[in-house]
């Protein structure tokens, strides 16, 4: 690294004036991105194979089988296709902004992972108020976390649920946790919350207009916003990389390698999440926009309210994750 650095600087790549420092950050944040996103499309097409065998499994039916072993490599054949595929730009269209749209959502996916804590050392930026760049999702339920938290860092999030598996924020919040994955649900565009959509009308929806590579954009960004959403509600609810038998005494299992935390805990936590993303899709009809706010006002959001006036109870008498207050 030190090396690479050093020739970007004498380069002249970053003017005269670049500091090694500044030009280590540039270096380190382009090497992250280059690995996450290497990571996050081809994760992101792997659950959409996952998610039609599992509509397969629940309506009875086969799904893909045919590329690939039980057609696993079926998601790869369909972004070649995308790929291969002629880009359309409607003559009506403002062409820049038409051809911005894409790269633009999956900028605002993107960004959210900068702050993720995949453990306990491994972060891309470890910010004090990183939990302020999630609060366009469910901002009362953030404020429920961060009461729980005391914290606006993720990580600080994660550590104080040390304990096990019942020390985690789920067993305090768990109303806040039926809020937030159901709101979750919901920004992602996901059935049951689907009415972006018009498949009556044998219509894509906002992005029909797209074809090729934009429009990949755009199936993968709703992969990958139900990746990270799955993520956030691993980290506020599920204690993120720990292990649930963490804190448990020995005889059960509390002193076994199944307890030593780790990334490995967070991607067990987050596939299981997006099983429930899946599930939800094979098994409910689509909400009409008045049940969709009636579930809000009536639901969501009184639900909330309540249980944050709960919350301030338990902090008052240190119940709960408020006793180490």
Known sequence: METLVHNLIASGAFGKNASPSMVAAIVVFIMSAVVFLGVAFP????????ERRVWARIQSRVGPNRVGPQGFL?????????????????????????????????????????VMPFS????????????????S??????????????????????????????????????PLLVVYFISGVAETNRAPFDVAEGESEIVAGFHV????????????????????????TAVFFFGGWLSPLDGFPWWLGGTSLLAIPGTHWLVVKIFVLLFLFLWLRATFPRYRYDQIMRLGW???????LVWIAV??????????PWKLA
């Open 298 to 304: 009536k639901f969501l959001i009184p639900v909330t």
């Open 137 to 174: 999702v469910t901002a009362l339920t953030v404020v429920g976390v961060l009461m729980a938290a005391g914290s606006l860092n993720l990580g600080a999030i994660v550590a104080r649920q040390h304990g096990g598996a019942l020390a985690w924020n789920w067993f305090w919040l768990l």
């Open 74 to 114: 079926q998601w790869l054949a369909d972004g070649v296709k995308h790929v291969c595929k002629e880009d359309i730009i409607p003559d009506e269209s403002d062409a820049p902004l038409f051809k911005m749209a894409p790269y633009l959502v999956m900028l605002a996916f993107t960004l959210p992972w900068a």
């Open 43 to 50: 994760f992101a097409g792997i659950v959409s194979w996952a």
């Open 209 to 232: 207009e797209y074809s090729g590579m934009a429009f990949a954009l755009f199936f993968l960004a709703e992969y990958a916003n139900m990746i990270l959403i799955a993520g956030l």
């Open 311 to 320: 919350e301030a109870l338990m902090s008052w008498y240190h119940v709960g």
């Open 120 to 135: 306990s050392s491994l972060i891309l930026a470890d910010l004090n108020v990183g939990i302020l760049y999630m609060t």
